[in-house]
């Protein structure tokens, strides 16, 4: 009696010897010399696309071995790969992926460029307050912080920070200032729009971040020792004990 595999569409099919013994035990072994799954089509060139105009339907579709509940992978019969890609269409589909790619590249990297440059030429504004106003505000934020933080965690609610600030240090109180003064030049994060990941994006990141910082140290020098260690901490990750 001939084994069927299961194509994408639900529907059985009859199969040869070969597909026989990939039914009854053999399977993923013989998959791998045979077939090739997406990450090894991206890794011959292929993009999604081109797999849906030339390929179509994969050939077998395996039950992911690591989460089995996640969709099967697509495997394309190896053969078949290599006829495609021997054909002029693929050519023809492939440098058109090729321009494609080359175009988004490069619109990229205009991109970041404005974005850098509009970083660099914004002002920033940060809010001038009176030293008792500020740390008033910056103790409220504090609160509604560790409140969220809290319901988040379903735990009990901390100490207010109002009663903390009373016995608070100063460089705790210069963090809840210089960190309330941020979280109102959040803003200024809307310059990263049209910015995705990679290094472009850090690159950005840092600049705004440099920026900010040095914004509230020209408005608050008092603050400015807390503005370099938080920079410090986020660039260089927090000193070794």
Known sequence: MAAHETNESGQGREQGPEQARDAEGDGDAYAARTHLSAAGLRARGWTA???????????????NPHFRAAPRIRLYYVERVEAAERSEQFRAVAAAAARRSAAARVAARRR??????????????????????????????????????????RGP???????????????GLDRWQVDYLRHRLARYDELLSGLHGG?????????????VYAAISEAYPLLAQECERQLSERECGPPQE
Not at 49 to 63: A, F, N
């Open 199 to 211: 290094t472009g994006r850090v690159a950005a990141e840092e600049l705004l971040r440099r920026r």
């Open 157 to 171: 609610l901390p100490e207010a920070a109002a009663a903390r600030g009373g016995s608070a240090d100063a460089t």
């Open 112 to 153: 970041r460029r404005e974005v850098l440059a509009r970083i660099t030429a914004e002002p920033i504004d940060v809010p001038r307050l009176a030293p008792h106003k500020l740390a008033t505000l910056a103790v409220e934020h504090r609160d509604r912080l560790d409140e969220e933080q809290a319901y988040q965690r």
């Open 49 to 63: 696309g081109m797999v849906r105009q030339l390929l179509g339907e994969p050939d077998l579709l395996r039950v």
